[in-house]
């Protein structure tokens, strides 16, 4: 998998940042199923550097200039945002929990079309479709210790071998901002980057508001990179 140059151990960065500028019809999540389209959008993306922080899923089969889902959180950011090239960290929207009322045979949120994987940190979050693959590890946006560390690991390795042999994976929480903030960062950290490069990348390319558990950043920061790589 091609992934973009950035500062990062043992790589080289590009000489040169190039960027294309792209138009595309949004369509708002919230009328997905009806066609409904919102303005034409102007998204940027710096190749060889960071890429734009519009919040988008390009469907499979579809090109980037075409119709994308952006979805809004409440935060500058949509529901799922590319942290690098196949892997995403997002959270859940609020009509897609098991606490909201809805028909059981209704179209699922999350489909083949979107993604190959899914890591679940949020419990309260509805399954995803079927022929998607979903590990779930739900544990609190609270104490670093509350966090089950073999579940985590599991979910980390999991995600990482899913990305690296081509898989579109994607990492996701309550808002999208903690506890898929972590997974992403470990998975990351097992890539080769610093957890500094990490936290730097997510609240970049994510949301500026992303890892503000500042716990769960200081365990980052203090962590044995060796024994996440292993």
């Known amino acids: 998998m091609t992934t973009p140059s950035i500062r990062r151990a043992n790589v080289v960065a590009s000489d ?30 710096t190749i060889n550097g960071s890429v734009d922080r519009l919040s988008h899923i390009p469907r499979r089969g579809m090109t980037t200039t075409q ?30 929990t098991v606490a909201t009322a809805r028909n059981p045979y209704a179209a699922a949120e999350i489909t083949p079309a979107h993604f190959d ?5 949020y419990a309260h979050a509805r399954p995803v479709d079927w022929h998607v693959t979903e590990l779930r590890v739900g544990f609190y946006d609270a104490d670093i210790d509350n966090i089950p560390m073999d579940q985590l690991r599991l979910a980390v390795v999991t995600a990482h071998e899913a990305w690296k042999s081509g898989k579109r994976v ?3 929480c309550a808002a999208g901002l903690n506890r898929s903030g972590i997974i992403t960062a470990l998975v990351l950290i097992r890539e080769g980057f610093t957890a500094s490069e990490a936290i730097e990348m997510i609240r970049d390319r994510r949301s500026p ?5 500042q716990e769960f950043v200081n365990w980052l920061l203090d962590l044995d990179v060796a024994e996440w790589r292993a």
């Open 170 to 172: 994607l990492s996701r």
């Open 16 to 45: 040169t940042n190039k960027t294309v500028t792209t138009k595309s019809n949004a369509i708002n999540e919230n009328d997905r199923t009806t066609g409904n389209t919102s303005p034409t959008i102007t998204r940027t993306t």
């Open 117 to 121: 994987l899914v890591v679940t940190a």
């Open 67 to 96: 119709t994308e889902s952006v979805i809004e959180t409440g935060f500058t950011s949509g529901l799922w945002s590319q942290i690098l090239p196949g892997f995403f960290q997002g959270g859940t929207n609020s009509r897609d």
């Open 209 to 213: 508001s992303a890892l503000f558990n």
